[in-house]
């Protein structure tokens, strides 16, 4: 595929539950980066991935939230215990190179519910 | 801290009119500013980006502005069209590397035919 993709699409779990979330960067793009984006809000930074360099992990919003990325590509979004507050859609994006101008290129983003 | 703000949260436009979509920031070490837009059920797509050293960047029917003094810009699309209504992104970035982009919160916008 070309794309960036994201899986499951959607997601529904129970409060309490830990949940992974799947993205397959675009082939060749070393820069990973997770948003959130809560329903009618903006795009949250979660963590962002530049090749073999430490995460930036600046806007995880709690301990509950981690991510991984094994070299330059597949990254898992995990959310442990999750919360109702949790519900949203994450997406993940990549770009050729990381940096300042560097377009992002993002995925259909998996959508979470937390009962 | 850095933060991108964006007005309004929602816009109603008349087909052939003009849609006018304002972000600000604050911090004066961005020097990338571009634009997303999202359709419902996609992700974000790259519209057009401009950076501080032009106060204009247009193209086809989309145009920024930008006014570095205001730390402002603003999206304008001109001749608006039904195909154009969506959820658009401003955004913003320093220029360190690995710094992520910073969104606004999104302006979402109708276009009646």
């Known amino acids: 595929g070309a794309g960036v993709s994201q899986s499951p699409s959607n997601k529904v779990t129970e409060k309490g539950k830990d949940v992974e979330l799947r993205c397959d960067p675009i082939s060749g793009h070393t820069a990973l980066y997770w948003y959130r984006q809560r329903l009618g809000q903006g795009l949250e930074f979660l963590i962002y991935f530049q090749g073999n360099s430490a995460p930036d992990k600046s806007g995880l919003p709690s301990d509950r939230f981690s991510a991984e990325r094994t070299g330059e590509s597949v990254s898992t979004l995990t959310i442990q215990r999750t919360q109702q507050e949790d519900s949203a859609v994450y997406l993940c994006?990549?770009?050729?190179?990381?940096?300042?101008?560097?377009?992002?290129?993002f995925g259909e983003g998996s959508r979470l519910t937390v009962l | 801290q850095q933060q991108v703000k964006q007005s309004p949260q929602s816009l109603i436009v008349q087909k052939g009119g003009i849609s006018i979509i304002n972000c600000a920031y604050e911090n004066t070490a961005f020097d990338y500013f571009p634009w997303y837009q999202q359709f419902p059920g996609k992700g974000p797509a790259l519209l057009i980006a401009?950076?501080?050293?032009?106060s204009e960047k247009k193209e086809g029917r989309f145009t920024i502005s930008f006014n570095k003094s205001a730390k402002q810009f603003s999206l304008h699309i001109m001749d608006s069209q039904p195909g154009d209504s969506a959820t658009y992104f401003c955004a913003a970035s320093t220029g360190q590397a690995g710094t992520a982009l910073i969104f606004g919160k999104g302006t979402t916008l109708s276009v009646s035919s």
């Open positions: 401009i950076r501080p050293d032009v």
């Open positions: 994006a990549s770009s050729l190179a990381g940096g300042p101008g560097g377009e992002l290129f």
